[in-house]
């Protein structure tokens, strides 16, 4: 993502994969302590709690390609508030408390509330989708998600005709997240989305992965999955859901506003200013693929941007 310095490079950004690979096996094998920690982190917590997941049932629109595995997906992850390199969230999250958790809603609402994760959860019925996640600096996966959509969420606080975009904010803790105590971005993490990809069927509430609880480094207990946009806008750890009339800045934008704009489709023909979008590597694979527009899911969200210059609107 944005490079200011030095000390802001993450490690894909300097280090091949494999060899973050080789290297992150040795610490592994080295530091028994550090391997438990990541370990602890991943399976203490009691999957079954909160979650319904023996009652998961496959959901519309996966793929249908092989999925990343589950030790990639939970050790090789962007959560800037655990930081910048690529194991820190591995190796950090398991500082973050997730229950009890609550959510707040307001802004452009008929029924503004403050819910709790349960609260949250109860009327919705949770499915596993295959979906590819694919980041800006080039990498992608393929991850068994399990979630609801977020259309179904955000009816239930009744938006009124003046919701035109929805903003998520991430937890602000700097005792939790120790990434929030250097100024990388200007915390706490937010995002936005217009309301007609806010209500896309494809856009999801992600609260697990592979049948199990959302990992605190993925960002449990709840974040979105927005699967044709970058992965940045797939927010983290959320707490604060506001409808506006405006268009909400996010995070990256305000950061790097000619890096990264409000839609970040993923589009093969719009260059980032120092990379090209061409082409990604699906993490796991040795060669590159092609990158495909929309991430792939063009067929369902192409119409949402019918008329837009995507080269303006990146
Ligand atoms: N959400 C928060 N709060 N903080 C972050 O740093 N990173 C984003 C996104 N959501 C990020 C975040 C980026 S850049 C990516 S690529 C994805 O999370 C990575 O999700 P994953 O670690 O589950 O693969």
């Not at 300097?14 to 060899?19: Q, S």
């Not at 009339?245 to 305000?254: H, L």
Request: charged share 30%.
């Amino acid at each position: 993502m944005l490079i200011k310095t030095p000390t802001d490079l993450s490690e894909s950004d300097v280090t091949p994969y494999e060899i973050y690979r080789q290297r992150r096996r040795f610490l592994q094998s080295g530091l028994a302590i550090a391997g438990a920690a990541i370990g602890g982190s991943l399976l203490s917590r009691d999957a079954s709690a909160r979650l319904e997941l023996d009652r998961v049932k496959p959901g519309p629109y996966s793929a249908d390609e092989e999925k990343t595995s589950y030790e990639d997906i939970t050790s090789y992850n962007n959560f800037y508030e655990f930081g910048v390199d690529k194991s820190d969230p591995a190796r950090h999250a398991h500082k973050l408390v997730t229950d009890p958790w609550s959510v707040t809603v307001t802004g452009e609402v008929e029924k503004p509330a403050t819910c709790t994760l349960e609260d949250i959860l109860r009327p919705h019925a949770l499915e596993e989708r295959i979906y590819r996640l694919r980041c800006v600096e080039g990498w992608s996966m393929v991850i068994p998600w399990v979630g609801f959509p977020l259309a179904d969420l955000i009816k239930r606080f009744q938006p009124t005709s003046k919701a035109k975009y929805v903003e998520f904010e991430t937890l602000y803790d700097k005792k939790q997240m120790p990434g929030q105590r250097r100024r990388v971005l200007d915390w706490p993490y937010r995002e936005g989305l217009r309301m007609d990809e806010a209500m896309h069927p494809l856009t999801l509430v992600a609260v697990g992965l592979y049948g199990k609880e959302l990992p605190n480094q993925n960002g449990a207990p709840l974040r979105l999955v927005v699967p044709w946009k970058y992965g940045f806008k797939s927010i983290k750890s959320i707490v604060k859901i506001r409808f506006r009339e405006t268009q909400p800045t996010s995070s990256w934008t305000r950061a790097a506003p000619r890096e990264y704009g409000f839609y970040s489709n993923v589009n093969p023909n719009v260059s980032h200013p120092r990379w090209s979008q061409k082409r990604e590597r699906r993490i796991g694979e040795f060669l590159k693929r092609k990158t495909l527009m929309f991430n792939g899911y063009g067929e369902q969200v192409a119409s949402l941007y019918t008329g837009m210059d995507l080269k303006k609107y990146f």
